[in-house]
């Protein structure tokens, strides 16, 4: 089993997050990401999510973040990630850079 996985993911930063140049607040993204993570429950499709309200460079690449092993993540990201399945996408995880939704995709 390898101990490298391919994901991609949304992230909203907010005021206040780390790098974060954001004006909204963390509450109007914890809502944004909210209703993100329905709209992809309801099969809109994650990369253009990502290509249209990604706050994170890799939004030009729909959100892939490409192959990464243990130690490469803040830690409540890499949690997330290497406890899912390839195809599942996470709930809302929260880091010092703001808000997250994750799908790994290997």
């Known amino acids: 089993m390898s101990d490298q996985v391919r994901a991609s993911h949304i992230l909203l930063m907010y005021e206040g997050s780390m790098r974060s140049t954001a004006t909204r607040t963390k509450a109007e993204a914890e809502s944004l990401m909210t209703d993100l993570k329905n709209q992809i429950d309801n099969g ?63």
Do not use: W, Y
């Open 44 to 106: 809109a499709a994650f990369a253009e999510l990502a290509k249209e309200n990604s706050d994170c460079p890799s939004s030009q690449e729909g959100g892939d973040l490409g192959h990464f092993g243990p130690g490469m993540m803040v830690p409540e990201f890499e949690k997330a990630t290497f406890a899912m399945e390839p195809g599942q996408t996470s709930d809302l995880v929260e880091t010092a850079f703001g808000f997250h939704l994750i799908q790994r995709t290997e």
